[in-house]
Each structure stands twice: as C-alpha cells, then as structure tokens.
C-alpha cells in the first residue's frame, strides 16, 4: 500500500458531467447596455458528486475553436442553428433544451480553471 502512490497516473482535464436542469437567466450587460438571457446547464459530475453551473461552450466556427457564452435567443421562433446554443443542440443531437436533462456531457476547464461545456471534437483543446 505504502508505494501504491507512485503508481498514480495524471488525471484527464476532459470531465464527464450529468445534466441535472437547465435554467434561462437574465444578466444586466456591461456598460450600460440592457440585459439579455442566457442558459445555465446545471449539473453534477459523475463518480464525484459535485455540482457545477455551465454557462460558457467550447465550439468551433470559423474563427476556430473557442469559447462562447450560452445566450439565448430565437430566430421565427427557433434557436438560431450558428448560435453558441445551436451549436450545443446540434452536437449532442437533440431539437430542444428539455432533452439534454439527464444526458452526459463533456467539459474542459478554460484558462481560469472554470469549467466550460465542449461542443466539439474535444482533441483540438488545450491539454
């Protein structure tokens, strides 16, 4: 037991996380500029049993990969299919925000260490 230490691998900054709720909030902009709404995954890491609110995703669009928030926003009546959410929906392959409750999902700290929820081939982050 006492060498069982030095046999420890690096863990993975990949985690898997359970969405538990998802939730629409409004934010006041910066710089005076109104608010707007957007959606929080909340969720529960899977074999830690700590919970953690994801309002930010990995995606990759045209100007690579990179993080964007969760804005919430319609288009006729739809999420627009190019918006952060869109992204999100199309990735795990469901139409509504309703069926990613109970899924699995990746997430990937940023550079602050908060993690962020991935919508993209997860190999292209930082490891």
Same mark, same amino acid.
């Given at each position: 037991?006492?060498?069982?230490? +030095?046999?420890?691998?690096?863990?993975? #900054?990949?985690?898997?996380?359970?969405?538990?709720?998802?939730? #629409?909030?409004?934010?006041?902009? #910066?710089?005076?500029?109104?608010?707007?709404?957007?959606?929080? +995954?909340?969720?529960?890491?899977?074999?830690?049993?700590?919970?953690?609110?994801?309002?930010?995703?990995?995606?990759?669009?045209?100007?690579?990969?990179?993080?964007?928030?969760?804005?919430?926003?319609?288009?006729?009546?739809?999420?627009?299919?190019?918006?952060?959410?869109?992204?999100?929906?199309?990735?795990?392959?469901?139409?509504?925000?309703?069926? +990613?409750?109970?899924?699995?999902?990746?997430?990937?700290?940023?550079?602050?260490?908060?993690?962020?929820?991935?919508?993209?081939?997860? #190999?292209?982050?930082?490891?």
């Amino acid at each position: 037991m006492g060498q069982d230490f +030095l046999a420890c691998k690096l863990g993975d #900054k990949l985690r898997t996380l359970t969405i538990n709720n998802v939730e #629409k909030r409004e934010v006041t902009l #910066k710089e005076d500029k109104g608010t707007a709404e957007r959606v929080v +995954l909340l969720t529960t890491e899977k074999d830690r049993d700590r919970d953690f609110e994801l309002s930010d995703v990995y995606v990759k669009d045209y100007k690579g990969f990179r993080i964007q928030g969760l804005w919430f926003s319609f288009v006729e009546g739809r999420i627009p299919p190019t918006s952060a959410l869109g992204k999100v929906l199309h990735h795990y392959k469901v139409d509504t925000l309703n069926e +990613l409750i109970g899924m699995d999902v990746m997430a990937y700290p940023d550079k602050n260490n908060y993690l962020v929820l991935v919508a993209c081939d997860p #190999k292209h982050l930082n490891t």
